[in-house]
């Protein structure tokens, strides 16, 4: 929660908006100047010629800007919101909480959807009047008006078919539901997609799951962890689900899953127990070179300490799991609020040459790949990291303010790599600060592919 005079420093802090000027020597667009108190995502959509960007400004309120690719004039408006009395500040205004990212996407017509800024917090949603009109942006408030008093972690994407999903979790940490939208273009309006919610925590736990992930078989995958309360070390149970329409699930053996999926009903991955060292910020999936599923995390070993695992079905129903890593360091993580990764595990990808490549960064022994046979999933080398779009000048903290760390948001299109950058302190676990740094400055970069 953000107190009131805590909202008042950083008003003081606040610099005038920018309009947004043309790049120069090579350091990109100067979008504006934004909040630095502490992380939060940004949005950075790049889709059918016309890019988007949704920020938090040096006042802590939501601003959309887009504009027409690839040089057309810049549009802006700072959406309203609406009181919140139990934060202390309007629903367009983020407090200290880093799981209030924000989430961009277009539906068939071209008009913009904007949702975030909650954590078990009363839905904010806009759509925009016109297609890819920003200026046209207007606060909705609901979607279905059902179960959007306690939201978080808000979730646009797409079925096989480009229709608009939105998913959510009803409830908090501990104690949460997963739900499903179905946007209707011709109407304008949201349904339940799901007559249920897809993972339910029923009143005693709740499920962190990645969003479906459509497959080279055509299916959509689904890779989580169950927690029982809000410290992060009572998270257990890597589960997976996969499905045709979104509406089936089953296992990974094929066998039908009756809805909602509970603890009881899940297809486990790996059994660890609260405090075997599953987190929900490192579970990825992926898929090999013949297109089965892949599943990677982070868990400790019978010594304790922390190790990167892969883990496939087999063909008897179950899953075989494999260590990556032989590191000598535990990630001693616990307790609520956000907290920062030791070690980050990428999804797996597979090579043309059969293997697979999973990067990895530890802050004990750095960053680098683990390249993996196919067929086996040993582990053949532990290779350097792959080359990075964005020059190393640009991680480098520009700033003067001590306990500043460069944030980056980046999509891929058309062939070439956009990049937001900016400078915050770090998340502090979601708590207040007495003091701040400046505003920074929110930068666009654009990188394209090489020849």
Partial sequence: MCSARLLLLSLTLAA?????????????????????????????????????VAYYDADRRIV????????????????????????????????????????????????????????????????????????????????????????TYPNFFKNATGD???????????????????????????RRFLDTPLHDGEGARNAYATSPLLGPDGRFHVLWVWRETPDAATNHSLSYARSRDLLHWETSAGQPIALPITLAKSDVVDAAKPGGGLI???????????????????????????QAYVARPNTTGGWDTHRLSDWKFRWAFSGGGSIDADVTLGRPAPQKDGTVL??????????????????????????????SVIPPALRKVRATAPG?????????????????RWETQGKHRDKPQATTPPPSELRLYEFPDAP
């Fill in 358 to 387: 999973i990067d990895y960064t530890a802050k004990s022994v750095g960053s680098g790949r683990f390249q993996l046979a196919g067929e086996t999933l040993a582990v053949l080398a532990k290779l350097p990291p792959a080359p």
């Fill in 16 to 52: 005038a908006p920018l309009t947004p000027a043309a790049p120069a020597a090579d350091d990109g667009i100067l979008l504006d100047r934004v909040w630095s108190g502490h992380p939060v995502p940004f949005a950075l959509l790049v889709e059918r010629g016309h890019q988007f």
């Fill in 280 to 306: 929900n910020m490192v579970r990825e999936l992926g898929f090999d070179p013949q297109g089965r599923p892949l599943a990677v995390f982070h868990r400790y070993d019978a010594q304790g300490n922390s």
């Fill in 64 to 151: 959309v800007t887009g504009r027409k690719l690839p040089d057309g004039a810049w549009s802006r408006v700072r959406p309203e919101g609406r009181p919140v009395p139990n934060r202390g500040h309007p629903s367009n205004a983020v407090g200290w909480d880093s799981h209030n990212s924000l989430q961009l996407a277009l539906d068939r017509d071209g008009h913009l959807h904007l949702s975030g800024n909650m954590h078990a917090d009363p839905l904010v949603y806009y759509r925009t009047r016109a297609p890819f009109d920003v200026t046209t942006l207007e606060r909705l408030d609901r979607m279905t008006g059902e179960r959007e008093a306690k939201a």
């Fill in 164 to 190: 608009l999903l939105f998913r959510y979790r009803d409830g908090g940490s501990g104690n949460g539901s997963d739900y499903y939208n179905l946007y209707d273009t011709p109407t304008r309006t949201w």
């Fill in 404 to 420: 500043l760390s460069v944030q980056i948001q980046m999509q891929r299109a058309d062939g070439r790599t956009w990049v937001l």
